[in-house]
């Protein structure tokens, strides 16, 4: 839960480094978090055809988990020596849908840069220091803190 819960604690910090295991119990904790608002809004009949399958608690839900998962993101690329900016490839699927019209031809096409950060995220960081600073992995192994 220490390692779900660390990104909280650092969500403006778009500097340093973060580890596989930071970003992924995140992640896991986020996906747990946003199904059962969604369950909720469900179960209480809070949906609506204007905002689709989210209600209102789904919504509070993506709110407050943004700076963090921007920030935990920003700082997982860092341990792979990329530059934060790799994000906007999570942006261009979505922009692309939302700006032309006929979608179907192009829809097995816009999801391979999104497949791309996915792979990233999976990938090992960087061993030793680099750009962004110091390893996370040689720090204490036990310990949830990360430079």
């Given at each position: ?26 992640h ?21 055809m ?5 209600g209102?608690f ?22 792979l ?18 700006l032309?019209?006929?979608r ?30 110091a ?11 990360v430079?």
């Amino acid at each position: 839960m220490e390692w779900a819960l660390l990104p909280f604690r650092r969500y403006t910090t778009f500097q340093g480094r973060s580890r596989r295991k930071e970003f992924w119990y995140f992640h896991l904790f986020f996906t747990l978090v946003t199904l059962a608002a969604g369950v909720a809004d469900i179960g209480l009949g809070l949906t609506s055809m204007i905002l689709g399958i989210f209600g209102p608690f789904t919504l509070l839900t993506y709110a407050i988990f943004l700076s963090p998962s921007l920030a935990v993101s920003a700082r997982r690329l860092h341990d792979l020596d990329r530059t934060a900016l790799w994000l906007l490839l999570g942006i261009l699927p979505i922009v692309s849908l939302v700006l032309i019209e006929e979608r179907a031809p192009i829809a097995p096409y816009v999801a391979l840069p999104g497949l791309a950060l996915l792979v990233f995220f999976f990938l090992d960081g960087t061993r030793g220091p680099n750009r962004f600073g110091a390893d996370p992995k040689a720090e204490k192994e036990g310990a949830a803190t990360v430079a």
